[in-house]
């Protein structure tokens, strides 16, 4: 009919669905009460993001000395962390603004979810850089603003401001982007719900949106240029991050293939995130002709490109580091693979590098089980790729004198299961409130039919 | 004489394409049309001219990073000069992250705050409204 192509390429959307099933298939987990399975999963969260904020609140009572830090030490958990998740934010932003830039239609499915996925995991990083400030009650410092203490601007020269730039702009941009791309399902969400909270609050948050093609016109305008200008915050948000590393002297950090290495890797993360959560969410919200296997197949593809770039960098490293002659470089690669951290590195290169190509296989891509073990896997060893680079690199380098160990204590591990309580917490109310598909872009992807084809043919025969 | 409006609605995107292209030709003027998602070709269909926001996202964006180039330069060699790790004052290399961002900020600060809110407060602002022929409203449902 309108598009030749449409038969030879898997259908975004299966099961025959018309126009208005998209929008009640959306709508319908939304209006029915959360289920028992939401209940636990919420409560599972909740629970973690309690037990976080309890550890936050003792260690910003107590001090930084409640955490396993020491001199040599200067960065564990809370640094790894941060770019745990500011990695995992980036994929959000690569679905729903670099796949837009490609024209690649069956992001329409996921990239709701993801940009969403985003929003929450921009803000679990963060919490990091401000809780491991000393004085995390002055955090206000590190905005230029005209003040008695001389007026004592901040260091521009320095990465860790680059990065309140860098985090504060992504986070905003991001709610910015989300929000807008939403307007017109929230419109549908009005229109749809019954008179309530529901429709009140949608009718003021979608900005009286009436479909017409004017508003489209500008929604489509501010839609592209939030795509141009989110898809550069992707690479320089987390080439400002590896900055952190990359402008240090010590070996194992100051390489220039951080900068390529940290965006690859954030994907690669990122996308394993996205996966876990679609995975999960495609089957209990029932959307599986939405997020078909066409969808996690490509995805999964996608996150493989992303982790053969970092298991290059990872024997780039290595040989940069053996070609060099430095005999500091080399120590550093020597005791990530044998010295008291091998097991974090093996780990790392495990999950990050070999078990991943089990993906090769499109046997195993449409596995739905192993897919979910294989990301979940990817998720840990993404972890460990930053706790390695950080505690390796610092607890052993040029002086042996100031060698030292570290172990976390139970603060930080509870911080850290706090983020991932926040981070599920927010995500299963993301579900419940809002639609975890973006269904006006899903429609204008697809090419539905407004009727299904039956009734269609048989008032053809009528008339 | 009084005007005629007329109301259509369609049940595939593509008639409405059609239809909103013929009476455009035919010298009627369309009011709006509605749909519930972007159809593509609609707003060359209804000769709607393009969004000026690109042009002010653009400009938002050039202040935004010259305004914060001039800032770090103005703290960092002007102000306060302070010596850190023996770089120049005016250190161009590193003040681009900060000038980017900045420049993002503001790109996507400015048509955002402008295109919803003007869009729900004034809907008719591309429209002319015209009191004489006929009208025509062109719709999907």
């Known amino acids: 009919m309108s598009s030749g192509t449409a038969t030879l390429r898997p259908p975004l959307v299966t099961g025959d669905k018309t126009i208005s099933d998209v929008t009640n298939d959306i709508y319908a987990p939304m209006a029915r009460k959360p289920t028992a399975l939401w209940w636990a999963a919420f409560g599972l969260s909740f629970t973690a993001l309690i037990v976080g904020v309890a550890a936050v609140w003792y260690q910003i009572a107590t001090g930084i000395g409640t955490w396993g830090l020491n001199k040599t030490v200067g960065w564990a958990f809370d640094i790894t962390n941060f770019v745990f998740w500011v990695g995992i934010g980036h994929a959000g932003t690569l679905i729903s603004a670099v796949l837009f830039l490609f024209r690649q239609k069956w992001r329409t499915a996921v990239n709701r979810s993801a940009e969403a996925m985003t929003l929450f995991a921009v803000m679990c990083a963060g919490i990091f850089p401000l809780i491991h400030m000393g004085r995390p009650w002055l955090a206000f410092w590190m905005m230029p603003y005209p003040n008695t203490r001389g007026p004592l601007w901040v260091n521009f020269k320095s990465p860790l401001l680059w990065d309140v730039f860098a985090i504060s702009t992504y986070l905003a941009i991001s709610a910015v982007f989300w929000y807008v791309g939403l307007l017109p399902d929230l419109a549908t969400i009005r229109d749809r719900s019954e008179p309530g909270w529901r429709k009140r609050i949608t009718s003021i948050l979608c900005l009286g949106w009436n479909g017409s093609a004017r508003t489209w016109l500008r929604y489509e305008t501010v839609y592209l240029l939030l795509a141009g200008l989110a898809t550069p915050l992707v690479f320089s948000v987390h080439t400002i991050v590896s900055m952190d590393f990359a402008t240090a002297v010590i070996p194992g950090w100051h390489t220039t293939i951080f900068p390529p290495y940290f965006v690859a890797g954030a994907i690669f993360s990122g996308l394993a995130m996205v996966l876990t959560l679609m995975i999960i969410a495609r089957k209990v919200m029932q959307l599986e002709d939405y997020i078909t296997m066409t969808h996690i197949d490509r995805m999964c593809k996608l996150m493989m490109s992303m982790g053969c770039i970092v298991g290059l960098a990872y024997g780039t490293e290595f040989f940069t580091a053996f070609y060099s002659g430095n005999g500091y470089e080399q120590f550093v690669f020597k005791n990530r693979a044998l010295g008291p951290f091998a097991w974090a590195y093996w780990t790392m290169v495990s999950c990050n590098v070999v078990i991943p190509q089990l993906l090769w296989s499109k046997k195993l891509r449409s596995t739905l089980p192993v897919v979910f073990v294989i990301v979940i896997l990817v998720n840990v060893g993404m972890w460990f790729e930053r706790f390695v680079i950080i505690v390796t690199s610092l607890h052993r380098d040029f002086l042996p004198s100031s060698w030292a160990d570290y172990a976390p204590t139970w603060i930080e591990i509870a911080t850290f299961v706090g983020s991932f309580g926040l981070f599920f917490t927010c995500f299963l109310i993301f579900c419940r409130i809002a639609p975890v598909i973006a269904i006006a872009e899903i429609k204008g992807a697809a090419h539905l039919k407004k009727r299904p084809s039956a009734e269609s043919s048989s008032k053809e025969k009528a008339a | ?141």
């Not at chain 2, 909103?20 to 001219?49: C, K, N, Q, S, W």
């Not at chain 2, 302070?82 to 400015?110: H, I």
Request: aromatic fraction near 10%.
């Open chain 2, 1 to 141: 004489m009084s005007d005629r409006v007329l109301l259509a609605t369609f049940e595939h995107e593509d008639d409405l394409l059609a239809a909103t292209d013929a009476v455009r030709r035919g010298g009627f003027e369309i009011v709006d049309a509605f749909t519930p998602y972007a159809v593509h070709g609609l707003e060359r269909a209804m000769g709607l001219r393009p969004s000026r926001l690109t042009w002010v996202c653009f400009l938002c964006g050039m202040t935004g990073v010259l305004g914060m180039l001039w800032f770090e330069h103005w703290t960092a060699s002007i102000d306060w000069q302070l010596d850190v790790g023996g770089k120049p004052w005016n250190s161009l290399p590193s003040d681009v992250p900060v000038a980017f961002e900045a420049a993002v900020l503001l790109a996507v600060s400015d048509p955002c705050s402008h295109s919803s809110p003007s869009a729900a407060c004034f809907p008719a602002s591309n429209h002319r409204s015209s009191t004489r022929g006929s009208q025509t409203i062109v719709s999907s449902l």
